[in-house]
């Protein structure tokens, strides 16, 4: 949370010929925290960059409020070490370059942004990083084809997994197929399912382990750390989920 703010307004771009900038300049706040308040017409450049760091270390500024472009360009120029917290105004992409210039309407617009930006620069507060491990444990969820290749390419990736299907075997559909379409030249002749070669491969690696009759019950946490009930009772500390849950063939009598 910044006690000591420092406003900056970018002149260029187009801003100052479509906005009042020094009015810009003069928005106050309800408490006045606001300690230094100045445009350039390029705060971006080696002078407008230098006029801010000046400040930071001359008048104790600790947070820093850049009235300009997008948040997205010039990252690098307007980085400062903590605690300097830095609060980005976008009024060139959303104020001037979609609303008429000089125009009363488009001046509040970008006084009224100036004003939040102010405000969460006030009252934002840096989060502190989640301290407790990640998890990189990979749960698929359906034990088909893709469920199986994506177990396959998870474990080869380094990743434990956990492969979680209902029915009391893997496969999914390919357990209802005789035969695939032709997938090597000359494409003439229908192929092997492969399932059961597939299915060993997942057996005898290491880093899968198979849970087959069983659902998810529930599911908890975040990305990195979700712990997963299975109906069987067994639960799961989970890094990511993968979702294979297959298809259901279309009936095609309603065609």
Partial sequence: ?????????????????????????????KDGKIAVRKN???????????????????????????????????????QYDPPVFVERVNIREHVI????????????????YLRMGCARAQKAVVPEPYSEEIDKTVLVVGGGITG???ALEAAKAGYEVR??????????MLNKLHKLYPKTPPYRDLEDTGLEARIKEIEDNPKIKVFTGTEIEKTEGAPGMYDVTLKNGETLRIGSIIQATGFKLYDAAKL
């Fill in 1 to 29: 949370m910044a006690e000591k703010l420092g406003v900056y307004v970018c002149s260029g771009c187009g801003i100052g010929e479509a906005l009042d900038v020094e009015a810009l300049c003069n928005v106050s706040t």
């Fill in 40 to 78: 350039h017409a390029f705060l971006c450049g080696e002078e407008g960059a230098a006029i801010i760091k000046g400040d930071i270390e001359s008048e104790g500024i600790d947070g820093v409020v850049i009235a300009a472009c997008s948040p997205r360009v010039k990252v690098d120029v307007f």
């Fill in 163 to 172: 492969l979680v299907e209902k029915e009391s075997a893997l496969g999914g």
């Fill in 148 to 150: 199986m290749t994506a």
């Fill in 97 to 112: 370059w979609c609303h008429p210039a000089n125009d009363e309407d488009t001046q509040m617009l970008a006084e009224d």
